[in-house]
């Protein structure tokens, strides 16, 4: 175990020798963790569009004030007559709305297409128009009621009506159990995975390869230090700095970013420490394998890009084809976003993280077994 210690402690101690390593374990995670989560800040959801509307008020009398007051209630934006051309659609308020309704007459709005609007736009001015108008009926049925004679209500009486607590209310929100991951909520553990598993993947199979051909391996070889002890020094090294990774981007995400890691902190740090081990090992792995360290550098650039696209570093899985979910659960990045996603996006606890740490698990320990057994001096 001392040799493992050694060795671990000592990679990273060079590591950090190296002005570059600064540059691409914090300053190139940081930018790209900014711009994507600035990009990606939504909407994520559907959100409520305000068209705007004319209203052309030709009653001037209390009841065409009143209906404007319960269309902006609604939603509707009503523009400036000066800004007519820009309107969605016009509304016109016949001159005798007061009247008739004094006198429990119906009466009809005129709803006309403006002269630049859509399809989506019309849809929803005319659901907001809808629900005025109900809202209307209802507030002159109720002001009807209120009186001995018909039609004796008055201005004072109907905005005191409109002003008492509504005894229906409507909890209204965007259908879905789980919504789509966005903004530094993604950001943060997409960059995070993706530059876990290329530093450790570039760093640990580089530097393998490096030592290889300067002889640093074959020198501590001479010493009583077995092949596996070896190993898991180099990958115990590589974990160490995931680990200094991993807490500088947890605090910039909790306390710069303002990321929902809340009571789930200790399973997001779990998860992400299971993955830097899955990623150390995959490095190792590749520089046992691979003799010459250009070639090494090369396979683990590919092989982390390729993996941070298809798990989903790159962009959410739930907006894209149900292939690419599937696809994604061949790699670990996906399943260490799954995991993360469940925890920081959807609010999971640690119950529903447990298959995808497993896998972790397994994925670390085939790496770890393949590495050890192809490693070479």
């Known amino acids: 175990m001392k040799h493992i210690l050694d060795i671990g402690h000592t990679d990273l101690r060079l590591f950090f020798k190296h002005k570059s390593a600064y540059i691409w374990l914090f300053a190139v995670p940081l930018a790209f963790v900014y711009f994507m989560g600035f990009a990606a800040r939504g909407p994520g959801r559907p959100y409520n569009r305000t068209p705007p509307v004319l209203v052309e008020n030709a009653d001037t009398n209390f009841l065409g004030r009143v209906f404007l007051a319960e269309l902006t209630t609604q939603d509707i934006w009503l523009l400036d007559p000066t800004n007519r051309e820009t309107a969605a659609r016009i509304i016109r308020i016949p001159a005798d709305l007061t009247d008739n309704a004094l006198q429990l007459k119906p009466t009809r709005l005129q709803f006309r297409k403006g002269e630049d609007s859509g399809e989506a736009d019309t849809a929803l001015i005319e659901v907001r128009l809808v629900r005025a108008l109900i809202a209307m009926n209802g507030h002159l049925l109720e002001a009807a009621t209120q009186t001995n004679a018909g039609g004796t209500f008055t201005e ?174 061949c790699t670990p990045n996906g399943w260490a976003l799954a995991a993360l996603h469940q925890l920081i996006s959807f609010g999971s606890g640690f119950g529903a993280v447990l298959k995808p740490l497993a896998v972790l698990l397994g994925f670390g320990a085939a790496a770890n077994l393949l590495a050890a057994r192809f490693f070479r001096s």
């Open 156 to 329: 004072a009486q109907l905005r005191e009506i409109m002003a008492r607590p509504n005894p229906v209310s409507l909890n209204a929100k965007f259908a879905g159990r789980k919504p789509t991951p966005t903004g530094f909520n993604f950001s943060l553990p997409g960059n995070l995975v993706m530059y876990l598993m290329m530093n450790l993947l570039i760093f640990g199979g580089a530097t393998i390869a490096a030592e290889r051909r300067n002889g640093v391996i074959k020198r501590l070889m001479v010493y009583p230090v077995a092949r596996l002890e070896l190993v898991m020094g180099k990958i115990y090294g590589l974990m160490l700095l995931g680990a200094v990774q991993i807490l500088f981007f947890l605090a910039v995400g909790k306390f710069l970013f303002h990321v929902n890691l809340g009571a789930n902190l200790p399973a997001v740090a779990l998860t992400l420490v299971i993955f830097s081990w899955v990623a150390g090992s995959l490095g190792v792995l590749v520089a046992s394998l691979t003799a010459a360290e250009d070639r090494v550098i090369g396979i683990c650039v590919l092989a982390s890009l390729l993996m941070a696209a298809l798990g989903g570093c790159w962009w959410p899985l739930e907006i894209g084809p149900p292939v690419m979910k599937t696809i994604a659960l």
